[in-house]
Nanobody, 119 residues
C-alpha cells in the first residue's frame, strides 16, 4: 500500500485548504483511512478518520471546521480544512488501516504535507 499526500501550503488564519491522499497498491482490504498531524515539538495526533463504510470521526479540536471524505472510485481521501487557525500549523499525514484481526491493524502512512497558518 502506498499513500501520496498533497495539498498543503501557506494560508492566512480563517482561510481554507483541502488535502488529498491517493492510495495505490493492495488497497482492497483496507478498512479505514485518516489524517494525523504533528506540530514541532509535539506528538502526532489524530485529526480525522473515515471507514470504508463511511463512518467518520473527528478530534474535538477540528469538529465543525474540518471535513473528511473519500472517493472510493478514485481511491482518494480528502481533508477539507476551513476556518484555519495558527495552531493548526503542522505536518499532516494520511494513513490507511489494513485489518489483521478483530482488534489488530497494520497502519500505512503517507509522507507528510506541511500546512502553515499565518496569523
Amino acid at each position: 500500500v502506498q499513500l501520496q499526500a498533497s495539498g498543503g501550503g501557506l494560508v492566512q488564519a480563517g482561510g481554507s485548504l483541502t488535502l488529498s491522499c491517493a492510495a495505490t497498491g493492495r488497497i482492497w482490504s483496507l478498512n479505514a483511512y485518516g489524517w494525523h498531524r504533528q506540530a514541532p515539538g509535539k506528538q502526532r495526533e489524530l485529526v480525522a478518520a473515515i471507514t470504508t463504510g463511511g463512518v467518520k470521526d473527528y478530534a474535538d479540536f477540528v469538529k465543525g471546521r474540518f471535513t473528511i471524505s473519500r472517493d472510493s472510485y478514485r481511491n482518494m481521501v480528502y481533508l477539507r480544512m476551513d476556518s484555519l487557525k495558527p495552531e493548526d500549523t503542522a505536518v499532516y499525514y494520511c494513513h490507511a488501516d489494513w485489518p489483521l484481526g478483530v482488534t489488530e491493524i497494520d497502519r500505512y502512512w503517507g509522507q507528510g504535507t506541511q500546512v502553515t497558518v499565518s496569523s
